[in-house]
C-alpha cells in the first residue's frame, strides 16, 4: 500500500509555488509572462485547497479547486484577448510601453 504524502511537504511546496508566481507578476514585464506567473499561483491555492480537503476528509476542497481552474480558465481566454488586441495596436506586449489607460 502507498503512503499518502505528508500535509508539510505539499504545503511547503504550494508555498514556493506562489512565491514564485509572485515574484515573477512584480519583476516581469511581458504580459504572457506575468498571466504565467498569476496561473502559477493559482495552481497552488488549488493545491492547498486539496491538501487541505485530503486532511479534513471531505470534497470541499476539490470542489473548490475545480472553481479556481474554471475562473483562471475565463481569465485566460480575456487575458489573452487583451494582449492580442494591444498587440496589435501597439505592436509590444511590454506592460512599461502600453499606456493606453493614461490620459
Not at 499518502?4 to 519583476?27: D, H, R
Not at 470541499?60 to 496589435?88: D, K, M, N
Amino acid at each position: 500500500m502507498m503512503e499518502k504524502i505528508p500535509a508539510n511537504y505539499c504545503l511547503l511546496l504550494s508555498a514556493v509555488l506562489f512565491a514564485t508566481g509572485v515574484v515573477g507578476v512584480l519583476t516581469r514585464r511581458n504580459a504572457v509572462l506575468i498571466f504565467m506567473s498569476i496561473e502559477i499561483m493559482l495552481n497552488a491555492v488549488n493545491l492547498s485547497f486539496v491538501t487541505f480537503a485530503r486532511e479534513q476528509g471531505s470534497l470541499h476542497g476539490q470542489v473548490a479547486a475545480l472553481f479556481v481552474i474554471a475562473v483562471a480558465a475565463a481569465e485566460v481566454a480575456v487575458g489573452l484577448s487583451i494582449i492580442v488586441a494591444v498587440f496589435r495596436g501597439k505592436e509590444t506586449v511590454d506592460v512599461d510601453e502600453i499606456n493606453l489607460m493614461k490620459w
